[in-house]
């Protein structure tokens, strides 16, 4: 016993010289420090409490989402870290910790804080209040009791109102029933849940589910096909919540639809038509589906599995025989569907040339390679399209399979393009065309000139926020030029603190907007906030080669209606 003790505390004083040397690895990658480079501070917290020795890791960000780790710090004692020697730019700050619950506000959706840094700047309090997973187990059987395997097991969030999202597992064969009929689901935030599996309408399956797989009605814990008698599940901290099962019914009934893509003019069959599926039951919910399915060579499709419900198919605009189509709808109810025929049409084309003014850097052939322009037509109903062309050597397009509507001009960068081209004016035939061209049906548009031109301004903003939270919204700042398309924006994301910054800004007068259009949801609180949500305007100019700054004040507080005139 003693001899086992003695090793026991040499191992210990290995483990705490090795964990010295990450420490002392992780901060020897700390950049040396100069007057120009910013620092980034917070505290930690796991389950309430300060957490030592967690790392912290610092991202950079690119327009695509993809994020590199820059470099790591640890807590110390009482929970703190800090990253010093940044340079200017937009990064994410994220705990590393796969066991605990972290929260995604980094960019595009992802784990952790989005930061914007100045130069010189000391960034204090981005602080992480961390809880621990929890997990989830239980048992699916048939009505005879007998276990049901292979089943996608499905948690779903439950919020305010009628908000919930989804929850997946990293873990690989979570969500699945083994052959016992039993899963368990880990990492699991905590929180209410509904439990379900099963599936209500659409395809069942799409060439990627196992062969032989049997689909059972959705079904909600512990028995029940009605989402709102399904029996809440409570998820605690840190710990598993055992016997939730389930009980399915039969296994579902599957048909197919089979049609074909034909020219209403000629008859003449359309091949490798792209189609959309959009499904619903009893007019509740539902589900779109696109890039599995298409017409062979003959214009002929075949969807099998399908579920009893409703149905839209909508073909895709076909780019090698310049034709578009109308959707069709139908039911499917206890027998297949054939004999369906969707209508094409000739499609229209539009020709124009892509102009760099300017100088420019890298040459203007290099930035052409990497420019798509796109044409969008605009519908009320399922039929809005959107076609791309890329840029031949000369700067010239062409673009086909347009659907005849109101279409807008666009273009965007491939990755690995250049950045900071931004689209200057739209012309056809040398008149203004930013709010959009109107095609006819098989029209050849011609005599369309894009400009673009590499912008260097920088627009660096605050958004703050009065008259209380907005928990669980995340808000965006849409801008535009003044001078092009009115009902085009773009996007600028706002960091943890309200700061955002847009670069490659052309000289001129911008449109700054924040309200009801540029809210999502996040988190469990849902949507709750949306009626409060005031829109906010605001117009800037933006100068040549200079940095400007605006301030847009998003006041929660009720108005004060008038009082009424004598």
Known sequence: MQFGFVRLVHVFAVFVCLSCSVSLNIQAQQPAPDKNAGSISGRITVDGKPKAGLMVELLSTDTNGRRRVITKAATNKTGRYLFTGIAPGTYDVSPSAPTLVVPNEGKSGQSGKTIAIETGERIKGIDFDLVTMGSIRGRVRNASGEPVKGQVVVLLLRGEGDYSRSFSSNAEGDHITNDEGNYRISGVPPGRYVVKVGTDYGVAADGRSPKGTIYYPETFHPDTDDPSKATIVEIATGHETADVDITVGSPLKLYEIVGQTIVVETGAPVPNVGLEIITSKNGRGSTHSSGDWA??????????????????????????????????????????????????????????????????????????????????????????????????????????????????????????????????????????????????????????????????????????????????????????????NPHSFFQADLDTRGHFVIKDLIPGEYELMIGPMSVLVSGDKGGRTMNRMPTVKQNVVVGQGVDAEVTLVLSLKPEVPAPPQP
């Open 295 to 484: 017409s062979n060579s003959n214009g002929e499709f075949r969807i099998k599995n399908a579920l009893p419900g409703r149905y839209v198919v909508a073909p895709e605009n076909n780019r090698a025989s310049n034709t578009y189509g109308d959707s069709i709808s139908f039911d499917v109810r206890d027998a297949d569907v054939t004999g369906l025929k969707i209508p094409m049409h000739s499609a229209s084309t539009l020709t124009g040339m892509v102009l760099v003014e300017g100088d420019v850097s890298p040459p203007m052939t290099d930035i052409l390679s990497k420019l798509m322009v796109s044409a969008r037509t605009s519908s009320d109903n399922l039929m809005s399209s959107t076609m791309s062309s890329r840029i031949g050597p000369d700067g010239g397009f062409r673009i086909t399979g347009i659907r005849p509507g109101k279409v807008n001009l666009s273009f965007y960068m491939e990755r690995g393009g250049p950045e900071g081209i931004r689209l200057v004016r739209i012309e056809r035939n040398g008149v203004d065309a930013r709010n959009g061209i109107d095609v006819g049906v098989g029209e050849d548009v011609t005599g369309l000139r894009l400009v673009v031109a590499a912008g260097s301004s920088v627009l660096k903003g605050e958004v703050k926020v009065e008259g209380g939270p907005l928990e669980g919204v995340i808000l965006y700042v849409l801008y535009r030029s003044t001078s092009g």
